[in-house]
């Protein structure tokens, strides 16, 4: 079912033995020194277990590294090149890569297709010197690879200037190069674990169905995030797409969905974003879940990657704020889904242990004098309630008596031993924060609104249809 | 056109010169006792310039405060009683209240009219003894009020548990009280400024009417946003919305929008939510501007409090980043909005000066590579431009040659001289949040995404085609 082939060629970026970053300069804050830094840094750490061979012909040495001054002398372990170097020189050195038997390119420079005619005969070039020589190409005009396990790191903007995201189940594959860095940046702040991320720029090479087959077969990866301006050979990605999806969860950010939106896509990658509505039945026909905005994006992927798959539509609502209860609720008719109809069982259980004051139903309102005893009640009628496929759980920790750690305790200790998806959402501030993010760390997605938790439960319960083969 | 004896009658609980506190206790984390100590911690720090009387039988002092046993004893200055015993003894202390004359009273306690028949006639007792002595009653079942100008704070969440947010020019009426206090928690983290805050529960007195009267005459806030469930006096709220909104922005979020968030509200607050179709027509006539969320709802606000009024719908869009000119082109159109056609002037004054690979036009292109002159450039050629109302401008701080306090200077100098509103999007994490900060403190609305900041600059426009009498 799946190109075992793809697996082999595209290793190098992610666990190179050895990398050569072609344009490696002593100079702060320039390309091809920030890269080189990188991989320095990320070796010194002992996350890079790989060789580094700087590239350049007028230096000798940087900080302690022997720089090589042509490709034909770097050793033989080398299995991926880094170039950062003006692009009329990029051809003659793809030519020497490909004698010296380097399989794996990165090509981060840019001024190439999408600067016009002469752009584009370069970019031709370079692919045919790639697929006369077997080596494959991720560029140009890219930020390249970020792989925090394996310390691969061609990101040019130094940590002064951006945050990297602690590693994942989250592969994330960008077209454009500043929105990866922006969003590797958010990740790293919302908590937000990326294993892999891909950008590809011009894609003259590597595109987004081999990384699909690539993610397919990574074991570290759990679900798929791939912003795309424009698909270039739509037949290869929707038989891959069709394939992977079964397999893994793919999200997918299309932007140029409009005529303005489309023009600004031709601008700025080249891209022809084409009609949003055939864009709209592929990802359907293929099982791709398509996402609003970056933030609907990630928090699919949180939830992919967090919880277990729904059986069915059905969404059961505790709360401690009547008024997010009533927001949740009219998030799950927004979103398509059900409000679950409570068994008998669990209206009699929660009803003879809870205060009167306190809401049994659908939501169940704990209300704003709740102890974390009153979730645990809650959590433990709706998971046994056949009635009850899927839980919002929400917790407004600013109430006064509730023991916060206790009912972190309470949800995390549910939320494993259950087979139905927990989501909780958190309204809040620095303090209220704090608690969120303990329940990330302990594998509980957290949501800043009622809405955005239900729309995350909506795209688990419409994969998981999916995968079942109820189709869309 | 504006009812002035609202603002007399409501100036007590904003600015009181005395409040008794009834049932005020030096039992930490009581109800009684969070609000003795808001009121004290502001006092002390002379926040708060009244004088503070807490009212129990049983106590002499508290905290070095002399405690009255009765309401009959307190002095005479006393223009606010916050009331939190439990609700069978509120109506006899209102009849106390009444003689000792006393005009607004805040009854925190729950257990009304949400918990049936009794509770409702207690309810009617309470509001007949204010009517007959002209006494505002804000409540009951509420959080009540938070003015951080005058140190009034009866929001009964200790400050480890919640923190407040600085002051500023929204008003924020919530409905709900658990909400209420979830969203002042996440002001104060998102830094938005509200100058006063009022949680009214029950309402059976104080409703959304008087609330948009008394703000509309209040110079310190610019924009009211309403969390609502439903309204009790539709013509008065119609009535009243229909003139103030002429005035100041109004902003409403109105949950149980479906039937599933309908049931929810009629369990919570025992609001008939009505049918949504018709809050939909009453907003639009009324000229009420709807938020999809909080989010939306604290955008627009934010948008509201900071910005000048757009002359027309077409939009400028300057960006450092293509992808996320993209989305801001799409969500142009999705919000129906125009993007401008920029003039040929400054079409020619830009290519003049921008280096070959920088693209001009809408959205203009600063590229990777940007300083911030090419920001000053863009900037200036779009203030000029008479085809453009209003600008976003997309700033991605992670670009390496950007100097980020220059940009953050050009901005604020152009926002401050242009009659055009100007918002920012800047996308990334903890080190781009801190330019983010800067810019909002310097009075520049900032938005996380490019979909967020377009919505926002779609609700200035809308208003101002509302205010301007070009309909809806």
């Known amino acids: 079912m799946v190109n075992s082939d793809i697996r082999e060629q595209l290793r190098p970026f992610f666990e190179p033995r050895a990398v050569a970053i072609i344009g490696a300069t002593n100079k702060k804050g320039k390309v091809g020194n920030v890269i080189f830094e990188n991989f320095k840094r990320n070796k010194e750490k002992g996350i890079f277990k790989g060789n580094i061979y700087p590239v350049n012909p007028k230096l000798d040495e940087i900080d302690g590294y022997k720089v090589y001054h042509d490709v034909s002398e770097l050793p033989d372990d080398t299995d991926l090149a880094v170039i950062a170097i003006p692009a009329p020189a990029v051809p003659e050195t793809m030519k020497k890569i490909a004698e010296k038997g380097i399989k794996a390119v990165i090509i981060i420079t840019g001024g190439f297709g999408e600067l016009g005619e002469e752009g584009k005969r370069m970019e031709q070039e370079i692919l045919e010197i790639a697929r006369a020589n077997g080596i494959r190409v991720i560029g140009p005009n890219c930020v390249g690879v970020y792989a925090?396990?394996?310390?691969?790191?061609?990101?040019?903007?130094?940590?002064?200037?951006?945050?990297?995201?602690?590693?994942?189940?989250?592969?994330?594959?960008?077209?454009?190069?500043?929105?990866?860095?922006?969003?590797?940046?958010?990740?790293?702040?919302?908590?937000?674990?990326?294993?892999?991320?891909?950008?590809?720029?011009?894609?003259?090479?590597?595109?987004?169905?081999?990384?699909?087959?690539?993610?397919?077969?990574?074991?570290?990866?759990?679900?798929?995030?791939?912003?795309?301006?424009?698909?270039k050979d739509g037949r290869k990605f929707m038989e891959t797409a069709k394939r992977v999806t079964k397999i893994k969860p793919i999200i997918a950010l299309k932007s140029g969905r409009t005529e303005y939106g489309a023009k600004a896509a031709s601008s700025h990658t080249g891209s022809l974003a084409g009609q949003d509505v055939i864009y709209d039945a592929v990802f359907k026909q293929t099982g791709i879940i398509r996402a609003e905005d970056f933030e609907h994006m990630f928090d699919l992927a949180k939830a992919f990657a967090k919880c277990k798959l729904p059986k069915g539509d059905r969404i059961g609502i505790i709360t401690d704020g009547g008024g997010?209860?009533?927001?949740?609720?009219?998030?799950?008719?927004?979103?398509?889904?059900?409000?679950?109809?409570?068994?008998?069982?669990?209206?009699?259980?929660?009803?003879?242990?809870?205060?009167?004051?306190?809401?049994?139903?659908?939501?169940?309102?704990?209300?704003?004098?709740?102890?974390?005893?009153?979730?645990?009640?809650?959590?433990?009628?709706?998971?046994?309630?056949?009635?009850?496929?899927?839980?919002?759980?929400?917790?407004?920790?600013?109430?006064?008596?509730?023991?916060?750690?206790?009912?972190?305790?309470?949800?995390?200790?549910?939320?494993?031993?259950?087979?139905?998806?927990?989501?909780?959402?958190?309204?809040?501030?620095?303090?209220?924060?704090?608690?969120?993010?303990?329940?990330?760390?302990?594998?509980?997605?957290?949501?800043?609104?009622?809405?955005?938790?239900?729309?995350?439960?909506?795209?688990?319960?419409?994969?998981?249809?999916?995968?079942?083969?109820?189709?869309?």
Chains 1, 2 share one sequence.
């Open 324 to 472: 997010a209860g009533v927001m949740a609720s009219d998030a799950v008719a927004k979103f398509g889904l059900k409000l679950a109809e409570l068994s008998e069982e669990t209206i009699k259980f929660l009803k003879e242990r809870f205060p009167p004051h306190a809401v049994v139903g659908n939501p169940t309102d704990v209300v704003g004098d709740t102890d974390a005893e009153r979730y645990r009640l809650a959590l433990e009628a709706f998971i046994k309630d056949p009635n009850v496929d899927a839980i919002l759980l929400i917790v407004l920790f600013q109430v006064p008596l509730l023991d916060e750690k206790e009912v972190i305790d309470i949800i995390t200790d549910y939320a494993k031993k259950s087979d139905k998806p927990i989501v909780v959402v958190s309204m809040g501030g620095y303090k209220t924060d704090k608690y969120a993010k303990m329940l990330e760390e302990r594998g509980i997605p957290v949501y800043p609104t009622p809405e955005r938790g239900v729309r995350a439960l909506a795209g688990l319960v419409r994969y998981a249809k999916y995968v079942r083969g109820n189709g869309e």
């Open 148 to 231: 925090p396990d394996t310390g691969v790191d061609t990101v040019f903007l130094p940590e002064e200037k951006m945050d990297r995201p602690k590693s994942g189940p989250i592969a994330f594959i960008s077209q454009s190069g500043a929105f990866a860095a922006a969003m590797l940046d958010w990740a790293a702040m919302a908590g937000i674990g990326i294993g892999k991320m891909v950008s590809y720029g011009n894609k003259i090479d590597v595109d987004d169905a081999d990384l699909m087959e690539y993610f397919a077969q990574d074991d570290e990866i759990k679900v798929m995030t791939f912003y795309i301006e424009g698909v």
